[in-house]
């Protein structure tokens, strides 16, 4: 991990670790910030005492971290176009990255501090898009050069539809549940099976059932918020030190020769379909072409980008064998290439064969640029599952008694929890960053509704506000900050 400072000036390796101090302590705030989410029904419901709750969803956290792969990670790299992080100086990303991660925790701490349950999902995505955009205003460019607006729009679907599907799954789930054993004392809340029962937790296998899916969403958590992390400190390590991130300097023979070959047989494919493709995709450029120092991701690029890379990447056994310099070029070139890939997939005129064939490609030319180093992943791992163990009292009372009127019973907490889990278990496995907040809050909703118990106005006026401002406050604030950093400090 030292390595990573070594031959740069010590003001730029003293600023490159207080950026990843920061990008580690916004996941420690992410973990007691969201982590309530998860443990809120099982403590309000009295399954777990609150102390084991915390620490079985900070371990869980730290587990779905560790086993939760990257396609989360790199759908928050990708939101920035790539020019953006491979051509800025060292003094330019560093305001950057400050401007973000300080967006992103004050508002984090802010929805904390009252206790309202927002979204550290759109607050970093939020975050990330102001400093894109500001970024493309500074140099008089169209502002939505300065994000990649498809990865934006896919994720923002994600943020919009997850709430929904949360509300309307958990509400079903319950309704069924309550058809499905009407007079259980899974209906019951606490204060209720106390007064029946005398007894303080509830009926074994809805308790056992209650803990597990605690547990589960802590996991689901973990393996998708986690990985938000994780994206956010590559993209820091990428945007400040591209000489050693922008490849994986650990990828073997193997997996270079695995490169080559993609690229070769995206060649022939080109070539060989170029004049079917020409009018969905611009290939006017042949691979003689002489590809620009500072070229931007066009189609029409794409032949004499993968003669460039070829050429590069000729006899190259190893990524220490290039210079820091041929390794962004190298990082350019290939998300360039995957970028005309991925839209050449989508066509019409393509068999399904073919679409199949380029998706494979695809896999084979990504497996050097989308990594992350093991230390990158158990750091946001601790961060997280240590962040998880603190601070979660505020969002706890918010969720288990201030979104209905009444009090929330087993089923309901179940429910709400077994919804979530799944749905969030889903996008991590898709690569979707989804907010773990507004599916279960919106989930607990949905079984108030669905138990007839009614909704508190103020407190759903609040989530909702919350949910409605996040992303242009944090988008102004980045933005801002950033502007203001590059005018105050250029």
Not at 184 to 199: A, C, L, N, Q, V
Not at 301 to 311: D, E, K, R
Not at 343 to 368: G, M, V, Y
């Amino acid at each position: 991990m030292l390595d990573i400072f070594s031959g740069m000036p010590f003001g730029a390796a003293t600023m490159l670790a207080l950026a990843l101090f920061f990008v580690l302590a916004y996941e420690f705030i992410n973990g007691f910030h969201d982590t309530a989410n998860a443990v809120a029904t099982v403590i309000y419901t009295k399954a777990m005492p609150a102390h084991l709750a915390v620490i079985g969803s900070g371990i869980f956290n730290f587990l779905g971290v560790m086993l939760g792969g990257l396609g989360v990670a790199y759908a928050i790299v990708h939101l920035l176009p790539v020019d953006l992080l491979l051509n800025v100086g060292v003094g330019h990303g560093l305001y950057m990255v400050y401007a973000l991660l300080a967006a992103a925790i004050i508002w984090n701490l802010g929805t904390w501090y009252f206790g309202i349950p927002a979204s550290s999902s759109h607050t970093l995505i939020g975050s990330i898009m102001g400093v894109g955009i500001a970024n493309a205003l500074m140099n008089n460019q169209y502002w939505l050069s300065g994000i990649n607006t498809k990865k934006a729009i896919d994720i923002m679907l994600s943020l919009l539809i997850s709430p929904t599907i949360g509300f309307v799954m958990a509400a079903i789930l319950l309704l069924a549940l309550k058809k499905w054993r009407s007079q259980s004392r899974m209906h019951m809340t606490p204060e209720e099976r106390k007064t029946t029962d005398g007894k303080k937790h509830p009926p074994f296998w809805t308790r056992a059932t209650l803990i597990a899916s605690a547990m589960g969403m802590s996991f689901a958590h973990g393996s998708n918020d986690g990985q938000k992390g994780i994206g956010l400190l590559m993209l820091v390590l990428i945007g400040l030190a591209p000489a050693k991130f922008a490849l994986d300097m650990d990828s073997t023979t193997y997996q270079i020769e695995r490169t080559v070959d993609a690229a070769q047989h995206m060649q022939s494919f080109y070539e060989s379909n170029r004049e079917r493709l020409n009018g969905k995709i611009d290939l006017t450029h042949s691979a003689e072409h002489p590809l620009p120092t500072l070229f931007k991701c066009e189609s029409k690029t794409t032949l004499p980008a993968i003669s460039s890379l070829l050429s590069t990447l000729q006899g190259v056994k190893s990524y220490n064998d290039l210079s820091g310099e041929d390794r962004r070029k190298v990082r350019r070139i290939l998300l360039c290439l995957d970028d005309t890939a991925k839209k050449a997939s989508k066509l019409d005129i393509l068999s399904k064969q073919e679409k199949a064939d380029l998706d494979k490609l695809r896999k084979d030319l990504n497996a050097t640029t989308e990594y992350a180093p093991q230390w990158v992943i158990v750091a946001v791992a601790l961060a997280l599952g240590l962040g998880t163990m603190v601070g979660w009292k505020r969002i706890v009372l918010t969720v288990g008694e201030k979104i209905g009127n009444k009090g929330m019973t087993y089923a309901q907490g179940n429910a709400a929890q077994l919804t979530a889990a799944s749905a969030i278990g889903i996008a991590s496995w898709t690569g979707m960053p989804v907010s773990t907040t507004h599916i279960l809050s919106s989930a607990v909703a949905g079984t108030m509704v669905a138990n007839k118990s009614g909704l508190q106005g103020g407190t759903v006026k609040s989530i909702l506000m919350a949910w409605v401002l996040t992303l242009p406050v944090t988008m102004l604030l980045s933005g801002g900050l950033f502007w203001l950093a590059s005018v105050l400090f250029a």
